[in-house]
């Protein structure tokens, strides 16, 4: 594996944008020249690399509602495998542009496809992806450390460093110590610790207390509509993140991930590439196919050689039957008036122990708000005049029939108009909801301390967590139009 080039930006939301770093390699560009023929794209400029990933990544004309190259309906975007369309000279399309960002850096490079270019190879086939994602990510740690958002003259230091790192860990741009098709990734492991060599990845070696730290977090996402004629959806999704502080230069861990025995199998299974085997049938299931509930329903073993920065171990889907929160909001008109009617009412099976939980009803393109005269059942209620919200704080407990209401009317009779939005007119409104629960998911997935294992020198302290929360979590009112899907909720 090789790279044609290499970009290191640097911006803030998306603004003072600058290439703080790039390099390119000529031997690997001849050979990209060779392979591809008539169909040969050269890499174009720096300043024309940063304007079309920007765009690519949304970061370029956020003013401006619509952007052909980066909105139009006919542009599917891959990421983090980017395709950049290059105009004038030498145009075509630039593929595949690998990109990841973190905090103020993106971390860019175009690898060599060693494959022809027409048909284009499917995105999973080539080994050249991973690796150049691997590549990216060392970089990362090695300019970021293990937090997101280093001081300035550290960043500025690791960066005037980077061009002797780069002669030692991809010289004349193919990256060292990346395993190579055809040879076994368990085949280090097995390796006496005196005589095995340090990846070039791997910018240091713990010493000190062993300590691993696994936690695993749910997302839930909902559209609630609350009418018969449009289909309520939801969907879970979960991460497990691992932070491995254990002596070696090549320690061998394995966590497993358990499910209850009622409980549906997991599914779109994603896993870091430090992960060193895995069965066939965990990558198998898909969200895509038909399910019967006969899948593969662990344990789910996964045994690496973790990184010394904190990585997410594995991804994954789960179908759940019922949302944890089924919501009713109801809107109607009376005399230069709203009339609120909201009932939530919390699943059976979710535990009634929140962090939080919070229900916002925002309300868009009216007259700012006047008298509000609105009861919650359960919580408290905080009014924002100036940005016509209502913040309904439910606290850590539903009440003990799990069902809190509001009801009330508001009038908007301020002077000054209130927060505008394009899609919220007349009765079209939504609630969305903000919530997490400790200890618990909703898939039953969990992490057993007990059965984590590390092959290590010293025996170390294992910590284990879980938890849900809600990411775009929507109740629309149901008297109103509401923005509705065809399909199952994309991630």
């Not at 550290?154 to 055809?182: E, N």
């Not at 993140?241 to 409980?263: H, I, Y």
Request: proline share 8%.
């Amino acid at each position: 594996m090789s790279v044609r080039a290499l970009w290191i930006i640097s911006h803030e939301k998306g603004e003072h944008v600058s290439v703080r770093f790039s390099r390119r390699f000529p031997t690997v560009e001849h050979r990209a020249k060779c392979l591809a023929g008539a169909l040969y794209v050269p890499v174009p400029e720096e300043c024309t690399v940063l304007q079309l990933l920007l765009t690519e990544l949304g970061l370029a004309d956020s003013d401006k509602p619509y952007v052909i190259l980066r909105d139009d309906c006919l542009h599917h975007q891959r990421s983090p495998a980017l395709e950049l369309q290059v105009e004038g000279p030498g145009k075509g399309i630039l593929w595949p542009v690998l990109a990841i960002s973190q905090g103020p850096l993106i971390l860019a490079c175009l690898p060599l496809v060693d494959a022809p270019a027409e048909p284009r190879p499917p995105l999973a086939s080539l080994l050249s992806v991973s690796q150049g994602l691997t590549l990216l990510a060392g970089l990362q740690t090695f300019l970021l450390g293990s937090g997101s958002k280093p001081d300035s003259e550290g960043l500025a230091s690791r960066l005037a460093m980077l061009p002797s790192v780069l002669l030692q860990v991809c010289p004349l741009g193919t990256p060292l110590d990346i395993p190579q098709l055809g040879v076994s990734a368990t085949s280090t492991v097995s390796t006496p610790a005196g005589t095995q060599k340090q990846p070039a990845w791997k910018t240091g070696l713990h010493r000190g207390r062993a300590v691993v730290n696994v936690a695993l977090t749910e997302m839930v996402r909902s559209m609630q509509y609350g009418n018969q004629s449009r289909q309520d959806l939801w969907d879970v999704y979960g991460t497990v993140t691992c932070k491995c502080e254990v002596e070696g230069v090549l320690p061998n861990v394995t966590v497993t991930l358990t499910l209850p025995p009622n409980g549906s199998p997991l599914q779109d299974i994603l896993v870091h590439p430090c992960v060193t085997s895995l069965d066939s049938s965990i990558l198998t299931a898909s969200s895509v196919d038909d399910c019967d509930g006969s899948g593969f329903s662990g344990p789910y073993k996964f045994p690496f050689s973790p990184p010394l920065e904190p990585f997410r171990l594995c991804s994954y889907t789960s179908q759940v039957p019922v949302p944890p929160i089924l919501g009713s909001y109801q809107l109607r008109e009376e005399e230069n008036q709203l009339h609120v009617s909201v009932t939530l009412k919390l699943h059976e099976s979710v535990r009634n122990s929140f962090e939080y939980c919070e229900a916002h009803l925002p309300f868009f393109n009216r007259d700012q708000m006047g008298c509000v005269d609105v009861k919650v059942s359960s919580g408290q209620l905080e009014i924002s005049k100036e940005k016509n919200l209502l913040v309904w704080v439910l606290g850590q407990k539903f009440p003990k029939t799990r069902e809190a209401t509001m009801e009330g009317r508001i009038s908007f009779t301020g002077q000054v108009p209130g927060p505008a939005d394009p899609l919220c007119t007349e009765l079209t409104a939504y609630i969305k909801l903000y919530f997490k629960v400790p200890d618990m998911t909703l898939s039953g997935c969990c992490v057993d301390q007990h059965s984590v294992q590390v092959y290590s020198s010293a025996k170390p302290r294992i910590v284990t967590s879980r938890e849900f929360q809600s990411k775009e979590y929507f109740i629309w009112n149901s008297t109103g139009t509401a923005p509705v899907s065809s399909g199952h909720m994309m991630l």
